[in-house]
Every structure is written in structure tokens, then in C-alpha cells.
């Protein structure tokens, strides 16, 4: 399945901003979706997941209580709604899907073999 992440931009501090990663190729039912961010020099880091039937979602530490993760499986597109955003939240996003992954190893990157291009969040202080 191919991935492609956009609704990125520019946001000051304390606005929302909601991400979308679209999948096309093939069905996409059956895929556990992950939000990962990455900043320069830094390793990619785990922001948010939902598996196939939305029915299991975790967010880490950092996001939690600000970020949502949510999936219409309909339209092939999983959404993360960012809320009350951070200067320090400031990175490129990216999504990551799998049809195998295991729920133990949901937040390591090397669990993906599906990624999306990334989209850049910029938050102003």
C-alpha cells in the first residue's frame, strides 16, 4: 500500500492542525496506521497509532491528551488531529502502515514497511 501524508504548515502556539494520510494500491482495511515525527539530527519518534478497526489507539507521553489519532476506512485515510500544539512539536510528520505489525511492537519504525512522503508542522512561539 502506498501512504501519503499532507495538512501540514505553519501554526502558532496553542492552535490545531489536522494531519491526513491517504492510501491507495491496494486495501487498507486491514492496516495498523502509525504517526511517527522526526527532527533534524534526531531519531524518528512515536506520536500516535490505531489499528485496523480503530479499536485499539495509543498516544505517546508527549501527545497525549493533544493529539488524536482516528481512521475512516472508508476513504483510505487515517487523521491526526493535533490540538494545543507546542513549539517543540514542530517536526516532520510521517505515516507508517502495516498489516503485520504486533501490538508489543507498534512504536518502533522498523515495525513499517509502509511509509508516506512526510509533511512539515511548523509551530511559532
Known amino acids: 500500500v502506498q501512504l501519503q501524508a499532507s495538512g501540514g504548515g505553519l501554526v502558532q502556539a496553542g492552535g490545531s492542525l489536522r494531519l491526513s494520510c491517504t492510501a491507495s494500491g491496494r486495501t487498507f482495511r486491514g492496516y495498523t496506521v502509525s504517526w511517527f515525527r522526526q527532527i533534524p539530527g534526531k531519531e524518528r519518534e512515536f506520536v500516535g497509532t490505531?489499528?485496523?478497526?480503530?479499536?485499539?489507539?495509543y498516544a505517546a507521553d508527549s501527545v497525549k491528551g493533544r493529539f488524536t489519532v482516528s481512521r475512516d476506512n472508508d476513504q483510505n485515510t487515517v487523521y491526526l488531529q493535533m490540538n494545543s500544539l507546542k513549539p517543540e512539536d514542530t517536526a516532520v510528520y510521517y505515516c507508517?502502515?502495516?498489516?503485520?505489525?504486533?501490538?508489543?511492537?507498534?512504536?518502533?519504525?522498523?515495525?513499517?514497511?509502509?511509509w508516506g512522503q512526510g509533511t512539515l508542522v511548523t509551530v511559532s512561539s
Open positions: 490505531i489499528n485496523w478497526n480503530s479499536r485499539r489507539t
Open positions: 507508517a502502515g502495516s498489516n503485520t505489525v504486533i501490538a508489543s511492537a507498534r512504536m518502533s519504525p522498523a515495525s513499517y514497511s509502509s
